[in-house]
């Protein structure tokens, strides 16, 4: 009880390797919740980009694909994002736009254009 009369707080009356390591873990999940964040808004930003650029490429399906073998590496032939379409003939095509939806949505009415 007296101790409790001259200390400010509970958190006073604790180590300071205890302060120390709870401010640790305090900064860590801060650290943490930032990234989820980065990371939540970077899906949120692809998730746009892919029905910007479905709408304006207009003629079918978008796939994503990626290439399990050389995945950190790119301008892999396998991975990116395509754009699929019927030709005159009703056969099914596909065409590269880009690496990333960024690429694509760059690239999109330029390789339409060559349809
Ligand atoms: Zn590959």
Redesign the pocket.
Known sequence: MKLMEVTDSYWDMLPEEVQMYIVNLKLKQEYLDALKREQWKKVCKEIEQYGELKATWGLGSIRIFK?G??LPRKN?I??GVWGYYFDDCNAKKKRFLGDTFEQALKRVNHVKSFL
């Open positions: 290439c073998i050389c892999c396998m991975s």
